[in-house]
């Protein structure tokens, strides 16, 4: 299959180099500055030599690689809230010219899925975002192949950052502003690490699955329209503000703390939550967790990588070969 | 404590006892008010003794609870040879402690008064300025909004108080059956008032 790849961030590059092993071809590859397209595949190692050595990846211009010749547009550019542009229209460009769309943006599915889903219905092309929720974790795989229809709940620890400061804290007994600034020096967190403590991050994914749940009980676009879940519509709380001791006091009791973001018909909600010690959710370091309610499968988990270049390239190219 | 002998008991039929106290408006059960009533088991032991059990009643009719059902294990008797029995009330809620004093107070032997009312417990850790927001009165607020008990409590104030720095406190409440999930937000909107926040455990999760 012919991708164009929109960003070259860790896992725009990481789909971008991997496609070949999974038998895909790379027709276009840009970055917010510029882009490199060629019809009979782009020589992605020397594209992105350049960009590490400063130079732009090609000669053209970002448009270029939206407009270029591809089966499916991978859509890796940085997360973006409200309207979620330039992602959203980048997304609308590729349906309507019947190509299909892979996500591992998170921004238009949070934040418009009705819209999404309206547009895909228009077109030829079908959409896929496997990679913006929970990483290398099949969470949206599962539930589809469990049946969205008997899943009452999807919940998890959805931040590897935050669980890597909330795990920190608690083993080590040290101060959330101390471990923060560890992660940041290990690459862990980011120089702002917000969207991650505060808990957007875990709120956005948990969005998506709760748009996925309710969509399952939609018979038509104008129904999803109506019940779409955005991030303005989860109750979110962040971690910033947990002091080592409650996690002394938790540890006491057998318990942890740990952020936990939920999503259900009724909606989403993240928070800091106790969970058991040696319990399901309770994973350490930068692992992700997920836990599926199904009506009849009873409660499952999967756990592993939540974040990373390779690991969330692992995701987008499961959805790329869902399409075949 | 043995029970003392009961006086004799009322020849009237129980369910007519609470014409005494007719004109006694509070003492009624809702019949029509707005009150909640509360399901309750409690207990008992009996002398083997004639009227006894209509003793054991009285109470519960004077307080103005419905008797739902009474189990009255005549075959068997307790360690102390007294007949068990267990009697399953319901009563507005500030009417419970009443038929359990009257019922000591008539001698009789109240062994367990509702195991089943805290059925459930829920731990949650509280973390604010939580001595300096008078923590008695958080708690307080905490057992009056949310009708659950507070077991017990951990405080961590390693800054102490009247610093910047936040503090912590684990509570285990006692919660009746089922009702946890409603325990737990009425705590967030307690908690809410002086800023403080609650880390509870997943709904419906212990």
């Known amino acids: 299959m012919k991708l164009g790849v929109l960003g070259a961030g860790a896992v725009g590059r990481s789909v971008a180099t991997l496609a070949p092993e999974y038998g895909h071809e790379v027709t276009a590859l840009a970055d917010s500055s510029a882009a490199v397209v060629d019809a009979g595949g782009v020589d992605v190692d020397a594209a992105l030599a350049r960009k590490d050595a400063g130079d732009p990846l090609g000669d053209a211009e970002p448009g270029d690689a939206l407009a270029g010749e591809y089966d499916a547009l991978v859509e890796a550019t940085p997360t973006t809230l409200g309207d979620a542009e330039p992602g959203f229209s980048h997304v609308r460009a590729a349906l309507e010219r019947d190509r299909h769309v892979v996500l591992a943006n998170k921004g238009p599915v949070a934040e418009r899925y009705a819209e999404v889903r309206e547009l895909e219905a228009d077109s030829a092309g079908e959409v896929y975002f496997e990679a913006t929720v929970g990483g290398a974790i099949p969470v949206c795989a599962t539930v589809d192949d469990l049946g969205a229809k008997h899943v009452s709940a999807v919940r998890g620890v959805l931040n590897g950052t935050a669980n890597f400061v909330l795990s920190r804290m608690a083993a080590e007994g040290l101060d959330y502003d101390h471990v923060l600034a560890e992660a940041q020096d290990l690459g862990v967190a980011e120089a702002d690490p917000s969207f991650d403590v505060e808990g957007t991050d875990a709120a956005l994914k948990c969005v998506i699955l709760a748009n996925v749940l309710r969509e399952a009980d939609c018979d038509s676009l104008d129904e999803l329209r109506e019940v779409e879940v955005t991030l303005a519509d989860a109750e979110v709380e962040g971690i910033r503000d947990i002091p080592g001791s409650a996690l002394e006091l938790a540890a006491e009791d057998g318990r942890t703390v740990r952020l936990v973001g939920e999503a259900t018909r009724d909606g989403v909600n993240v928070g800091p939550r106790l969970v058991p010690e040696n319990g399901t959710l309770s994973v350490t370091g930068t692992r992700n967790i997920v836990e599926i309610d199904h009506e009849y499968a009873g409660e499952l988990a999967i756990s592993g990588r939540g974040a990373g270049g390779e690991e969330t390239a692992s995701a987008v190219l499961a959805d790329v070969a869902r399409l075949e | ?206």
């Not at chain 2, 008539?106 to 923590?135: C, F, K, M, P, S």
């Open chain 2, 1 to 206: 404590m043995p029970s003392e002998p009961t006086t004799a008991p009322d020849e009237r039929p129980v369910d007519t006892v609470e014409a005494d106290d007719g004109d006694d408006a509070a003492a009624e059960t809702d019949g029509g008010h707005e009150t909640e009533l509360q399901a309750h088991t409690i207990r008992l032991e009996l002398v083997d003794e004639p009227g006894q059990l209509l003793a054991a009643l009285k109470p519960i009719a004077d307080n103005g609870a419905n008797l739902l059902s009474i189990f009255h294990e005549r075959g068997s008797l307790t360690p102390r040879g007294r007949i068990p029995v267990e009697v399953d009330i319901e009563c507005p809620p500030d009417r419970f402690e009443g038929i359990l004093d009257d019922l000591r107070s008539r001698g009789v032997n109240v062994i367990q008064a509702d195991a089943e009312e805290y059925g459930d417990e829920v731990t949650v850790v509280l973390v604010g300025h939580l001595v300096d927001t008078d923590l008695s009165d958080t708690l307080k607020n905490i057992q009056d909004c949310s009708g659950a008990s507070v077991a017990d409590i951990d405080l961590s104030a390693p800054a102490g108080a009247g610093s910047e720095a936040h503090s912590s406190a684990r509570l285990r409440l006692r919660a009746r059956a089922g009702e946890t999930a409603s325990v737990v937000e009425t705590i967030r909107a307690v908690a809410a008032e002086k800023d403080i926040d609650v880390i509870a455990p997943l709904e419906g999760r212990r």
